[in-house]
């Protein structure tokens, strides 16, 4: 499972009332009949996290991400709202990927 | 087939058998066998069938060297079958080899001669051909030429391809929305190319909803192979997809260089994403060494990334602390402790999992942040427990059963978590530790008076003590919480009936009726139980009104099957309550009326139920009596087909009430329907032998072993274990903590590695013996063994000492210095004198 604390978006100091309006903003975007693998994911990392006694056991018997994490979202911190224009190849990438999960799945 | 006829056949060999010798290599497979005889053939004739199963081979060559990656090979193979109008068998497959060996132009001009013929392509596979065309002809870097004698949907294919290309290109070129959009509008919206459409139409901003946009990108379906650019496009168009660490971890690679070209971030920003990606994929030590490189990033956030890292890679520990400073205690054992559960290092995990919870411990004072610090705790030894419960190398305190152990220090420091507390009661009473079961249960309830899963254990434990008061209220509790419960409710009847039992026994069927009659409170009219209405009846027979208890008796009789089996059920009732006199003279001629009824497996098999109950094993002589009565009836069932799980259930029954007779009756029939079952032959033995393993004759003892070994082979644990316990009497599997031996051999061994710890025990030194009652009288005499065992561990003089073994020593010698103990403080063992 991907950290937990990355995957809801929350800081690893978050408390359970945070968390839950967090899972449930997400669930609200995500409904499981859109996504379900992505709400599989919210629930599994909401699981981990819905009590005290639970993100201790995170933190204390896992190693996670969230500290990479964190220094992504810094990076991407950066990123403008508007829509550049992609290069010839990132499009040709795309299109390949696509193509060979179709041959290969 | 040997290596001559492999070589091929003699030119003088007939067509037919040459036939029948292709067909035979082609059904088994052996398909390059089969090319060479069906060209032999179609050379010789070009009949249509051996044309078909030519192609059928090559078809079957391709497939197993594609199976073995050799796609551009299979794709050569497949080429031998290509038909007038340029198609191949199993075109996918044909384009799968392309598109894995790197062909994609071939594969994109074979697609578009494929999808402008109507007839080239069978139905069911048109549409996920015609996506994948469609993506491959925008995706090459040119567009195919119009394939020779085109077929006639060629054009049109081409035109949309062209179209589709030009309004990518002119996208990509910062053309505007609206020359973009000429180009899409010539593209066909039932066409294959409708998700270009879609997907350029939403990143120029057509819809100008976000709602709608969505809509009409989940028209790309997650098999498309235009699903990753859809993807791609949601992240950068749709307003809720933030663009956040957890989204972009979900992008792959190529996705993430598309957004972040398009939501413009900058190099540097780029560049760590792709190569931290990069590096992450190199494994943590590449990740850790990329990290320790970035000093423009927060020093805090990269300590802790790298941090994290640590437990992957343990030998990184200095290095972290050359630029980082020195890692507290906690950490430190923490990285070392999950690092040893990487590398399955039990103890070493165990007992740097202990150090942690003595870190937290070291700094525990008074207030919230301590509370914290107690919880922490509580979820080290929780994990402790969790482990020793799956690995026998984790040893607790040295005395009791590790997971007690450990959910006991659990509990300790954090005493509201519900399910540890259950986890010990249950714990305790598996052990057969009575006295902490009830106490902790009594405990529970006081503390969680409303919880379903305490007030579950806690009438289960008032049960156990016959505290029926007690466990009425609980379970009146526990109804209130889940009014449907049918176990504690059938629970509490089961208590109400046996004290009646004692009532009627007594010779007070008032009483005995009273209590059934409150015991009726338990039961839920869609659920009546069969049990009550029969001990109803059998204690108003005395008391009357007779027309009543007759009643409750025959549905009583009823709802436990009726006939036979549900007359045994009231005359083994009756003989609990020693219902004696003309009721039980009634009883009698009742079951021996229900027996001239022929026997059904189903009520057979009912009895079978009933005697499982606790009361039949406690009344042996009783039901035996019982079963003897019923033998003639019984014995008409031997001849029935028995599954063999059923059998099992019966014969145990039998041989636990010691009707080896009808065992014997039962096993002979099953040999006869099936004399390859070793389970007959099995049940013949203990039904010839009197359940005795010790009359056994020496052929059948071989036999019997050879049998248990021919089940552990095939994995059948259950019929090796009745056999173990056949032979050996157990019925337990020796207890992982040496409790018990298992056999005689086993006991030999304890009493001898018993005698030498004594006399190991008796030799030690002076000085050796102080420290050891120094140590005791320090730590307790649990701790004592524990810490004794780390230090014999750690001891190059007891190299190769089995773990279970050093334990015992230890606990031999702490319990000799207990013998002399006079409290002192002090310090370490002094092994290497000792040794």
């Given at each position: 499972m991907r950290d937990p604390f990355t995957v809801l978006g929350v800081s690893e100091d978050a408390g359970d009332a945070e968390i839950r309006r967090r899972y449930l903003a997400l669930v609200r975007d995500f409904p499981p009949d859109r996504d379900p693998d992505r709400f599989r994911e919210y629930r599994a990392a909401y699981d981990a996290l819905s009590d005290e006694r639970k993100r201790l056991e995170t933190k204390l018997l896992h190693t996670n991400e969230a500290a990479l994490s964190r220094l992504n979202s810094a990076a991407l911190g950066a990123a403008s709202s508007g829509t550049a224009r992609p290069s010839k190849q990132a499009v040709a990438a795309l299109l390949n990927e696509g193509i060979m999960r179709t041959v290969t799945d | 087939m040997n290596k001559a006829q492999r070589r091929g056949p003699a030119p003088s060999v007939p067509t037919d058998v040459l036939a029948a010798r292709a067909a035979e290599a082609l059904e088994q497979e052996r398909f390059k066998e089969a090319i060479e005889l069906f060209k032999l053939l179609t050379r010789q004739e070009p009949r249509p069938e051996w044309k078909q199963s030519l192609a059928a081979a090559y078809h079957g060559r391709a497939r197993v060297m594609a199976a073995k990656k050799m796609f551009k090979e299979a794709a050569m193979v497949l080429e031998?079958?290509?038909a007038a109008d340029g198609t191949v068998r199993d075109p996918r497959l044909y384009l799968t080899c392309l598109l894995r060996d790197g062909q994609q132009p071939k594969a994109a001009a074979y697609l578009l001669r494929c999808c402008g013929s109507d007839g080239a392509v069978p139905a069911a596979e048109r549409a996920p051909l015609e996506d994948l065309a469609a993506a491959l002809l925008i995706a090459v870097p040119q567009l195919p030429d119009a394939p020779r004698a085109a077929p006639a949907g060629s054009p049109r294919w081409r035109d949309m391809a062209a179209a589709s290309r030009q309004a990518l290109a002119a996208w990509i070129n910062g053309a505007s929305a609206e020359e973009i959009e000429q180009h899409l509008n010539r593209i066909s919206l039932r066409s294959a190319f409708r998700p270009i459409r879609l997907l350029l139409g939403s990143l120029i901003g057509e819809s100008g909803d976000d709602e709608r946009t969505r809509q009409l990108l989940e028209t790309i379906r997650p098999g498309s192979p235009f699903y990753p650019f859809r993807q791609a496009v949601e992240a950068v168009v749709?307003?809720?997809?933030?663009?956040d660490a957890a989204g972009w971890e979900r992008l792959t690679p190529a996705q993430q260089v598309f957004v972040a070209e398009v939501r413009g971030l900058p190099i540097a920003a780029s560049q760590f994403l792709a190569r931290s990606a990069e590096a992450a994929q190199g494994g943590p030590g590449a990740l850790f060494g990329f990290l320790m490189k970035?000093?423009?990033?927060p020093r805090e956030e990269v300590r802790s990334a790298c941090l994290n890292l640590l437990p992957q890679i343990p030998d990184r520990v200095a290095q972290f602390e050359k630029t980082f400073g020195p890692l507290p205690e906690l950490d430190r054992h923490r990285i070392k402790a999950l690092a040893a559960e990487a590398r399955n290092d039990w103890q070493m995990a165990e007992r740097h999992w202990n150090a942690v919870a003595d870190a937290i411990a070291g700094g525990i004072a008074d207030g919230p942040a301590d509370r914290l610090a107690m919880l922490s705790q509580g979820v080290i030894y929780r994990h402790l427990a969790h482990l020793a419960h799956m690995h026998p190398?984790?040893?607790?305190?040295?005395?009791?059963d590790p997971v007690i152990f450990y959910l006991e220090r659990c509990t300790a420091v954090d005493p509201e978590h519900i399910p540890s507390v259950l986890q010990l009661i249950e714990r305790y009473r598996e052990d057969s530790r009575d006295k902490d079961w009830h106490r902790l249960a009594d405990d529970a309830i006081q503390r969680f008076p409303d919880d379903s899963q305490v007030l579950l254990r806690a009438t289960e434990s008032a049960v156990a003590r016959k505290a029926y008061k007690k466990a009425a209220g609980f379970a009146r509790r526990l109804l209130k919480i889940n009014a449907i419960n049918p176990g504690i409710r059938r629970q509490m009847i089961e208590l109400q009936v046996a004290h009646a039992r004692k009532q009627m026994r007594s010779k007070r069927p008032e009483l005995a009726a009273k209590e059934l009659s409150a015991a009726a409170e338990w039961e839920r009219p869609d659920a009546p139980s069969p049990l009550l209405r029969i001990a109803r009846g059998l204690a108003g027979l005395p008391i009357g009104p007779r027309d009543q208890a007759e009643a409750w008796l025959s549905e009583g009789v009823g709802l436990a099957g009726g006939g036979a089996a549900g007359w045994f059920q009231a005359r083994f009732e009756a003989e609990l309550m020693k219902v004696t006199g003309d009721d039980a003279a009634w009883l009698r001629k009742e079951l021996a009326r229900a027996c001239e009824a022929p026997p059904t497996k189903e009520a057979v098999m009912r009895i079978v139920s009933a005697l499982g109950q606790p009361e039949a094993r406690e009344n042996k002589r009783l039901v035996t009596g019982l079963l003897l009565s019923m033998r003639a009836w019984l014995e008409k069932a031997a001849g029935f087909d028995w599954p063999e799980a059923e059998f099992q259930a019966l014969a145990e029954t039998l041989t636990r009430f010691e009707a080896f007779e009808l065992l014997r009756e039962f096993a002979r029939a099953g040999r006869q329907r099936d004399p390859a079952n070793p389970i007959w032959r099995f049940h013949h033995m203990v039904a010839r032998t009197r359940g005795k393993a010790?009359?056994?004759s020496p052929a059948e003892a071989d036999d019997l072993f050879e049998m248990a070994e021919m089940a552990a082979e095939r994995e059948d644990f259950q019929v090796t274990k009745r056999i173990r316990q056949f032979l050996y009497g157990d019925d337990k599997p020796p207890s992982r903590r040496g409790r018990g031996p298992s056999a005689p051999s086993d006991a030999m061994v304890e009493a001898e590695m018993d005698a030498a710890f004594a006399a190991m025990v008796d030799q030690l030194p002076k000085s050796a013996t102080r420290g050891l009652r120094e140590m005791v009288a320090e730590l307790g005499p649990d701790a004592a063994v524990a810490e004794m065992v780390e230090q014999m561990r750690e001891s190059p003089l007891v190299p190769g000492m089995p773990e279970p073994m050093i334990r015992r020593l230890a606990r031999a010698m702490v319990e000799k210095a207990l013998e002399k103990a006079r409290p002192r403080r002090g310090g370490k063992v002094d092994w290497d004198e000792f040794f």
């Open positions: - | 031998n079958t290509i749709l307003r809720d997809r933030v663009l970035q000093s423009e990033l190398e984790i040893g607790g305190g040295g005395f009791d010790d009359k056994l």
